[in-house]
């Protein structure tokens, strides 16, 4: 049933796409979906092709840094319980930061890609970081008990139940985390900085007023985003099946 909810939802969106578009809204700059797929298959894979693989790129490598490095510190935290109120304010503060203001002087600082992998791993970096220690700290007391009484200490307790317990919370936050790292390397290409990308073929479609390229290109990162979710998802299904059985 949700996955004939879910086609009932994408084919409705379609329509009221096409009704707008029909319609002539906004000064007729909703073209039609015929209009942007024909666009898209005109410009190509030898457009679309390259720049989806640098964004997508760019986006796999901030991933693996900000749920690495949010996945890292939550552990530390189960560890160490009395740096969570430090690691809690700095969570909040990356949250809080307007990232749009950091990645140009990352740009300047370092130059090149690193502003799109910077602000992917940004994007990325709370959402994990909170829904891991979440997970862990919803470990079975009686579980925890357990491996106290036979002697284990905090690592113990940590590897043998936490980690376990964990799994759900952080493949959904890794879930969130996925089309979130899109989002930050399109906007690290935005910056400017760079000469290929979803972000800068979105610039240049824009600055020429080509509307359907513009609409094909926020399909394409609309296409990374759904990507990066279902990779996830099936990993989680891969490696831990019981946290889709949590989720339902």
Known sequence: MKRIGGLLGVAGLIGVWWLLAALGVAGGTVPSPWTVLHTMYTDGWGLYGPNFRITALGALKGFLWGNGMAIALAILIMLIPQIESLATQLAILSYCTPLLALGPIILVVFGGR????????MYCFFTTM?????????????????????????????????????????????KIAA????????????????????????????????VPRTWGM?????????????????????VAPWTTQAAR
């Open 114 to 121: 690193t502003p799109t992998v910077f602000l992917a791993a």
């Open 130 to 174: 909170v829904g891991t220690v979440t997970g862990l700290r919803s470990a079975d007391r009686t579980s925890l008990d357990l491996v106290r009484a036979y002697g284990g200490g905090r690592w113990q307790q940590l590897y043998r139940v936490q980690l376990i317990s964990a799994l759900p919370n952080t493949f959904a936050a890794l």
């Open 179 to 210: 089309p979130s790292a899109v989002l930050g390397a399109i906007i690290g290409e935005y910056l400017g900085g760079v000469d290929s990308g979803i972000g800068v073929a979105l610039t240049a479609a824009q600055t020429a007023y080509n």
């Open 218 to 238: 926020a399909l394409a990162a609309a296409a990374l985003a759904g990507l990066g979710y279902a990779i996830v998802a099936l990993a989680a299904r891969v």
